[in-house]
């Protein structure tokens, strides 16, 4: 099989909030290595850090012995040239449209890359492909690409050194937390000019690759709403506010309910340990047992959900769980806070 195999799945009802019929993403693998997709085996397709350690390659807290947290997964090229440099092309993994292009490789620590948002999806998810030696003259901001298109070049670019040896692709997938970000990177008083607007990584929140792409595989993979909420819950939030975020705008299929006729008063919220928010249900005023704007309660914590995890989402303070430095940014991103 082929660099640009693909993965389609069959269609099937929906149960839940939405009730509807999802035709299921046809998935390619981003580069022409496509025996992950053969035999099932990723190993050989990792790219590791100079650790060594083929661990270090994938999504969490796999680097620095487990105190540093990687977004996402890097593969390795199978090509390279006479200067040893990767030659792999880099494909789209889904039909989408580019949302952001990083030409000048010294302007961000992900190099050249690539943002595509995978609008026509019931959750229209972003996917990133970094580091690139080079972007394809074919595409640009706003063109609408087929999954499979050759949209770069494997390499090696970042606003740091990465040696040829460990040249790769680095890949993501997720979500956007705010159309305001602009807004919250002005208010937190960010040195330095945003270049990427809503696509500043800051402001976006991934899950992890190797998920979606064992369900495109495998054959499970229905739609994106059971995909995101397929991740173990590790805490849940309740937030007293009447605020609509564009958060469900943009994602409406993640709600668990319709918001209550009668008025909104609050937000019962599912995170992963990594800080995506996968399930929100609105809360009416009898739900809520604070109606001061703003006041957040952790209504539950699954530790061994959180064992492990190295971003600042749920810290302790002695054996009491309290909101880190990292969920509370992105509350204030999500909702507006100040």
Not at 119 to 144: K, M, N, R
Request: aromatic share 10%; proline share 6%; glycine share 10%.
């Amino acid at each position: 099989m082929g660099s640009r195999m693909r993965i389609v799945v069959v269609c099937l009802f929906l149960m839940g909030f939405v009730s509807a019929r999802a035709e299921p993403p046809a998935v390619f693998w981003p580069t022409p290595n496509g025996e992950y997709f053969e035999t099932g085996d990723i190993i050989d397709s990792l790219q590791p850090t100079v650790s060594g350690r083929w661990e270090s390659a994938l999504y969490g807290c796999v680097r620095n012995d487990g105190n540093r947290f990687h977004e996402g997964l890097d593969l390795k090229p199978i090509g390279r040239d006479r200067h040893n440099e990767p030659t792999d092309p880099i494909y789209a993994v889904m039909d989408g449209r580019i949302v952001c292009i990083n030409r000048i490789a010294g302007n961000s620590s992900y190099g050249r890359y690539i943002v595509i948002e995978h609008e026509t999806l019931d959750v229209p998810v972003y996917t990133l492909y970094a580091h690139l030696a080079a972007i394809d003259p074919s595409v640009d901001t706003g063109t609408f690409v087929k999954g499979g298109t050759r949209i770069g070049t494997m390499g090696r670019s970042a606003s740091y050194s990465i040696p040829r040896v460990r040249a790769h692709l680095h890949f993501e997938i997720g979500v956007r937390k705010s159309n305001r970000f602009q807004d919250y990177y002005d208010f937190k008083k960010y040195g330095g000019k945003n270049r990427f607007g809503n696509y500043n990584g800051i402001n976006l929140t991934g899950m992890d690759p190797m998920l979606f792409f064992e369900q495109a595989r495998t054959g499970q993979l229905v739609d994106m709403r059971s995909l995101i909420q397929s991740q173990p819950v590790a805490y849940t939030l309740r937030v007293a506010t009447r605020q609509v975020p564009d958060y469900i705008a943009r994602y409406p299929k993640l709600l668990t309910k319709h918001i209550p006729a009668q008025g909104l008063s609050g937000w019962e919220i599912d995170f992963t340990a990594e800080g995506m928010p996968i399930r929100w249900t609105p809360l009416t005023v009898d739900e809520v047992t604070t109606r001061r704007e703003g006041d957040i309660t952790l209504v539950k914590y699954y530790p061994d959900v959180l064992k492990g995890n190295c971003r600042k989402t749920i810290t302790m303070k002695g054996d009491t769980p309290t909101l880190g430095s990292d969920l509370r940014n992105d509350l204030q991103l999500i909702f507006g806070f100040r």
